[in-house]
């Protein structure tokens, strides 16, 4: 059985939506970063990169959750678009565009928006206007479609929704309003009984969810040696 090490967060999100469309059977492994269970030697065995999510699969062991997906959706020939090279290429393209751009910027938006201590307002000021670029790339995108690549559902979608999820906490509520398509595919995709799964695993383990100083040493270690 397939062993999916877990936090509730944008990147096992993804993987927890194609396990859940897909069938597969599989057995979540809690992976608590708040309280820095990533930086274990047992988990860094199986992701030397310390961070969620990871797959076990027999001998074969994956992390990055993307390389994740591909690597479900070629082993198992589920949610792959259309095999052509035309669409294919899309597919990869999108796929990286939201692992290199979506993600990390997003991310660092969050971090500095609401983590990093002052002065922020130059760093604050170069991954928001990112984070915005990027998405209003992929606003424009969902303007004229259903899914992303070919109006075929695809773990490019499901890359993208696993962030979509966290988008009022890189813009706020408000921010939904410059993305219309944006928010209409993340609805779309949260009707989807799968992701309605996907998104009640983060209630079959307590994870720590504040935010008290054990939690921002293990997310963010370069400080613990910063007077």
């Known amino acids: 059985m397939l062993k999916f090490y877990y936090h509730p967060s944008p990147n096992p999100a993804k993987v927890a939506l194609f396990l859940e469309e897909s069938g597969l059977p599989y057995e979540m492994v809690p992976v608590d970063t708040a309280r820095g269970e990533q930086h274990s030697a047992a988990y860094r065995a199986i992701n030397p990169n310390g961070k969620t999510p990871a797959l076990v699969d027999g001998d074969a062991t994956v992390f990055d959750s993307n390389a994740i997906l591909l690597y479900l959706a070629v082993r198992h020939g589920k949610f792959l678009p259309e095999n052509r090279p035309e669409v294919r290429s899309q597919m990869y393209s999108w796929l990286m ?62 890359a993208l929704w696993g962030w979509v999820r966290a988008f009022p906490y890189v813009f706020g509520d408000a921010g939904w309003a410059d993305y219309p398509h944006v928010k ?24 720590k969810t504040a935010y008290d100083q054990e939690t921002l040493d293990a997310l963010y270690p370069q400080n613990v040696a910063v007077e």
């Open 97 to 158: 565009f939201i692992a290199t751009g979506i993600g990390p910027f997003s991310g660092q938006a969050v971090h500095f928006r609401h983590f990093a201590p002052e002065p922020k307002d130059y760093a604050l000021n170069r991954y928001a206007f990112e984070a915005r670029r990027h998405w209003k790339i992929i606003d424009e995108h969902l303007a004229t479609r259903t899914f992303m690549v070919n109006e075929e559902y695809t773990i490019v979608d499901m």
């Open 184 to 207: 209409s595919f993340f609805d779309r995709i949260n009707a989807r009984p799968a992701a309605q799964r996907a998104e009640a695993l983060k209630d079959l383990h307590a994870f």
